[in-house]
């Protein structure tokens, strides 16, 4: 199959960046091994598999290989690259521990008040199966929970007091995600139907008129949109904290609090700077900031706050981009495997789909510019203490966001992405978005 080494990328990158991690770091075969994954990342983006456009099949495995393996890529090289060799040096476990408010305060009161103390966990150094628990357990650390480098903007999470209602909270999430998934599936379906089926439309006249609105279509293509990949990352998430929690395995992922929520509240929905710092999931965050802040460090140096306040604007303003970009590069990555792996054309003065998913995320770093310096200059304070202190405010804050990825949504990401995965318009009249609410169905 022409896809193989995409395949065996996706398989073998995992397995040689645990056995690298593992591996003293004296090793000879651990110096030998180092440089191999960002090579064969180089080589499948350089060299990608190529294939028949005419293989429906073969599109929608790469479009899911090519950014399941872009995540990895980058991912793993932050583990192995970002700070040197010496990954243990940089990234550590944190062992907690309970202690009482009376340990704290040399026993002046007297109270049964648990307060959480965090110390560094000792690197299994002299044991060859600690070492390999250790590096899984890092490369799967996606938001760094239980170690140093855990992301801070992680959602406030109410835990459960019991494995049982644990079990039982997460099967209720399971459910609704589920019924989530399919009602959002069905819902587009029913409307592409109506778009494209001119006997299906006679019989509903009036959710035709309806949904013939091209800006009714772009709203429920953004909220489908969402709904979908919320859907899938709290389903897989969930299935997972089940697993590990319900039969006590896999080390910290048995321990209840290793699973904060996936995303934050709708309440925080007040900016596009709100939605992505605490509302999304922070699964990427660390390995789509860290490059940006090492180079970063090496033109500004590494004490921002001692530079000119110029300076210290133009620095988070490159740190933006750079997270957004890289964001962006790994959701396109994707498309982009198409494009390259089928030889895609595009009519003369189009871009290739893969270009407008990464516009997607560069546009939010330049909307998120925009929208701190209109803030700042009509002297409007942009943070959540402040916002949440006015309805009006935070309502506006509401409305703008919304409006925001209403167009963004399916005019960057949702239309071009679905053209490049097989599913086009069929060049009817009032036709619409009905290949992205295809799309959405039945992929």
Request: glycine residues 8%; positive net charge; charged residues 15%.
């Amino acid at each position: 199959m022409a896809l193989n080494t995409l395949q065996l990328a996706c398989a073998t990158t995992p397995l040689i960046t645990i056995t690298i991690l593992s591996l003293p770091i004296t090793s000879l075969i651990r110096q030998i091994l180092y440089p191999l994954p960002a090579l064969l990342f180089l080589q499948t983006l350089i060299s990608p598999p190529k294939f028949p456009s005419s293989d429906i099949d073969a599109i929608q495995e790469a479009f899911k290989l090519g950014t399941l393996y872009a995540s990895f890529g980058f991912a793993f090289c932050h583990y192995l690259y970002a700070y040197g060799y010496n990954t243990p040096k940089y990234f550590y476990k944190l062992k907690r521990i309970n202690k009482s408010n009376n340990d704290e305060n040399g026993g002046v009161n007297d109270t049964k008040e648990k307060v959480e103390v965090f110390e560094r966990e000792e690197y299994p150094e002299n044991s060859w199966w600690g070492r390999v628990k250790w590096s899984l357990s890092l490369i799967t650390a996606l938001r760094g929970i239980g170690w140093n480098f855990q992301i801070s903007s992680l959602p406030e999470t109410k835990y459960p007091s019991s494995k049982g209602a644990c079990i039982r909270q997460t099967a209720v999430t399971i459910i609704l995600a589920h019924v989530s998934w399919f009602t959002a599936g069905a819902i587009c379906g029913f409307i592409a139907r109506i778009l494209r089926d001119p006997e299906f439309a006679g019989r509903y006249s009036l959710l035709h008129s309806l949904f013939g609105n091209v800006l009714v279509q772009m709203a429920v293509v953004s909220g489908a949109w969402g709904i979908r990949n919320i859907a899938f990352t709290v389903l897989l998430s969930s299935y997972l904290k089940i697993i590990f929690v319900g039969l006590e395995v896999g080390g910290g992922w048995g321990d209840i609090k290793q699973w904060p929520r996936m995303f934050g509240y709708f309440e925080d929905c007040w900016s596009v700077k709100s939605v992505w710092g605490k509302v999304w999931h922070q699964s990427i965050r660390k390995c789509i900031q860290v490059p940006g802040d090492k180079i970063a460090d090496m033109v500004f140096g590494t004490e921002p706050k001692s530079l000119p306040y110029p300076i210290q604007l133009f620095r988070r303003v490159f740190l933006l981009f750079s997270a957004f970009s890289i964001s962006g590069f790994i959701h396109a990555s994707g498309s982009y495997f198409i494009v390259v792996g089928t030889d895609y054309t595009q009519p003369p003065g189009k871009n290739p789909p893969w270009y407008y998913t990464f516009l997607f995320f560069i546009s939010q770093a330049l909307f998120i510019i925009v929208e701190e310096v209109v803030f700042w200059a009509l002297g409007v304070s942009n943070t959540r203490v402040e916002v949440k202190k006015s309805k009006t405010r935070w309502l506006f804050g509401i409305g703008y966001t919304t409006l925001w990825f209403i167009w963004c949504t399916p005019v960057l990401w949702a239309d071009p992405e679905s053209r490049v995965v097989g599913f086009m318009p069929l060049g009817m009249e009032g036709e619409g978005y009905a290949h992205v609410f295809d799309r959405i169905d039945r992929f």
